[in-house]
């Protein structure tokens, strides 16, 4: 039996992989939940706290978004069969400009994660079928709203130094994402019209492909 380990995005909980069904007769799932750092947390800390969840050996590690950077540094302190990132970055080369930006001017420090944390307020004024639609999938897959997570989770995005990487990697990103733009990202395979959501919207892809993936 494979055992594969889920990391949400930012903000994100494990139900964004509520549409992902690999064989039960080869693997088994474990979806992870975002732990509230201490401030002062650095990823190596918080790296080995999330590895406490991880009970057996030579594990798959897939990580989303933010929730791929974490998996990566998850797989630098214990032997991983396979690390996978999807919609997320492989290096801080890969960040876009305005995050380039953002860390530069150090803007981070005054970002407003307010509005992450205020969507249950945005919803009670929310008009218009299609605004309250996006309204309940935020409410839905964006619950971590602690905001201590929130300002430590985006700093952390922001000013990650990696700029190596490990080669046996795999990157799969959208070709539409307009977080992690896909013209800023090198060496992965890309799915046509997947957005940064496309764990979700693209489910039937992984579902077909994460098998031989995972098995190459």
Known sequence: MIHVYLMPGMAAN???????????TQFTLHPLSWKIPEANDTLEVYAKKMLEEVKEDNPV?????????????????ITAKK?????????????????????????????????????????????GDRLKHKVALYQKYLSITNPVYLNWALQQMLCWEQTEYNEDL???????????PYKYIDKCIPIKGGTHAMIITKCKW?????????GN
Request: glycine share 6%; no cysteine; net charge positive.
């Open 14 to 24: 494990p139900s964004i992989f509520e549409y992902l069904k690999l064989p039960d």
């Open 61 to 77: 590690l897939i990580g989303v978004s933010f929730g791929g950077v974490i998996v990566q540094e998850m797989a630098k302190y």
């Open 83 to 127: 690390t996978i990132i999807i919609s997320s970055v492989k290096s801080k080369n890969e960040l876009p400009k305005r995050m380039r930006f953002s860390r530069a001017l150090g803007l981070y420090r005054i970002a407003p994660v307010s509005l992450v944390r205020n969507i249950d307020t945005l919803a009670n004024y929310a008009i």
């Open 170 to 180: 795999v990157h799969i990103h959208g070709t539409d994402d307009p977080v992690f």
């Open 206 to 214: 992984f579902n077909n492909n994460l098998p031989k993936i995972i």
